[in-house]
């Protein structure tokens, strides 16, 4: 290190003092250190130092500040400047004694130029940065606006920005971060916010930004960019909305194909329906020939006239897909481009137009899958009819039959509710076979089965056994109606025009009566009520034919 001749030039070189003790203490400081020992002498500086020379500013600089530490015996420090390099240093002055001072110094060149260069290129970096994002921001301590890119944000011109809290513009308060992103304590990137344009409508940000310190650390503000990602959000919402309606359609799906009645079936996907849509109820229709049937029904909707007009009317719009049949929305479903169902969603009371357009857009997904589905369930509902009817005339089977008499009888049983079991042959029926032929014999018995539909109830029970005998369960019937409407049956058959083989051997109904309840012993079962109604169904045989006989004593047997 040089030091100066302040008579000949404006800088001067620094010697190494000699002094041993000094020399090892510099050597120790990893900067250039040096020993001032009054005026502007030089001494005991460190390896470091030896490189540098001061220039004539910076000497008296730095004798001030030495003189002044040794004066007041507390350490000072200042900046000088120093040739080599144009560079800056900053010296700390440590008083030893009066007149002699140890100079510590630290190279603070690479700082000065950085605040150097940031002061001279704020408006560059302002520049870029509208270039980088769609405005730039600064806000001071207190976390107000203090500067918006020129052109403004959001449609608000800078000066509406200015002096403004970032939460007087946020659309979602109540989800915006706990801390502002406007005012960071360290460095951010794309913090998701929205907030409200000029307009009123509402914009997503990614907020990047930066804190602003001053020298000592102290926190003045920030500045950052703001990018508008709106459109891609939206886009993002919209892409995620249809994968999730298509995941709700397969599972939809596969909750139905999960169940093991066509009913559970039906019932399970209008309650997933109704309960994803967020309805208030949800009905599902079949299409069946000559109209509508409703298949399944859950949560609350109107009654089934109003739900038949909504789906007529539903069906009668040209295209396909979801309708608005107000109050109702709809969607016909389709398999091979015909119609095969339609399901309705009720809105409640708060229903809006929101409601309205995503139920649209859930029914839109899943008519097809649940096309698909109904008709499984059609092709499962024929095979379960074709196991449980009778081919020829579409009543009920012996096997069926006989399932389902269980039942009903076990209800009766439970409820101490009468019932009757009407057992009925045939009368003359072969002749018609040997004499006309097996068709005019299958238009007989045909003519048979519409006669038992007509005379029965839903809810009852109507069955060909075999060959000539039928069967038909009365529910909740006595032993008098059930008598009168055995007699109803053998006359309304005696007035069907069916050809009987020959004129002595008229076509007719023998029918026996058997009524639970009416005296019925103790572990009376099924069997004992076939068994009463067969017996008696021969004892009306045995009477002439063309007859009807009620079993009103449990001693009746068979006829041998």
Known sequence: ?????????????????????????????????????????????????????????????????????????????????????????????????????????????????????????????????????????????????????????????????????????????????????????????????????RDGAERCLLISGLPVLSPDGAYLGARGLAVDVTEERRSQAALAAALSREDLARHIVNLVRGQDTPEAMLETAARTICRAASAAGCDIFTAETGGWRIAARFGAGPDTAEAQDAVADLA????????????????VTLYRDHGNGAILLWPDKTAGAAWRDEAAALLAVVEGPLGLALRQIADQQALVAMARTDELTRLLNRRAFMAELATALDRAKRHKAPGALLYIDLDN????????????????????????????????????????????????????????????????????????????????????????????REGFELKDLLNQADAAMYRAKKAGKNSVYVARDPSVEAAP
């Open 429 to 520: 029926f072969k002749p018609i076979n040997d004499t006309h032929g097996h068709e005019a014999g299958d238009r007989a018995l045909m003519a048979i089965a519409e006669v038992l539909r007509g005379h029965s109830r839903r809810y009852d029970l109507a069955a060909r056994l075999g060959g000539d005998e039928f069967a038909l369960w009365l529910d909740e019937t006595d032993g008098d109606t059930a008598e009168s409407r055995a007699w109803e049956l053998r006359d309304a058959v005696r007035a069907l025009d069916v050809e009987s083989g020959a004129p002595d051997k008229p076509f007719g109904l023998s029918i026996g009566v058997a009524v639970h309840g009416m005296h019925d």
């Open 1 to 197: 290190m040089t030091r100066p001749e302040p008579s000949k030039s404006e800088a001067a070189p620094i010697r190494p003092d000699s002094r041993a003790a000094y020399a090892r203490l510099c050597a120790l400081y990893p900067g250039p250190c040096f020993r001032w020992r009054g005026g502007e002498t030089v001494t005991a500086a460190n390896e470091a130092a030896e490189p540098l020379t001061i220039e004539q500013d910076g000497m008296a600089a730095l004798a001030a500040l030495c003189e002044e530490a040794s004066a007041e015996g507390a350490g000072k420090t200042a900046t000088i400047a120093i040739a080599t390099l144009s560079a800056r240093f900053e010296a700390t002055a440590l008083p030893l004694s009066v007149g002699d001072v140890l100079v510590l110094c630290r190279d603070r060149t690479l700082d000065s130029q950085i605040n150097q260069a940031m002061s001279q290129s704020r408006g560059l970096y302002k520049d870029l940065a509208d270039l980088a994002g769609d405005f730039v921001w600064e806000t001071d301590a207190d976390g107000r606006f203090s500067f918006i890119s020129a052109q403004g944000a959001l449609g608000r011109p800078a000066v509406d920005w200015i002096g403004q809290r970032p939460e007087t513009f946020y659309a979602q308060p109540a989800l915006a971060p706990r801390r502002s992103p406007f005012s960071p304590r360290q460095a951010l990137r794309d913090v998701e916010i929205w907030m409200t344009g």
């Open 316 to 331: 009668s719009k040209d295209g396909d897909g979801s309708r608005d049949v107000s109050p109702a929305v709809g969607v």
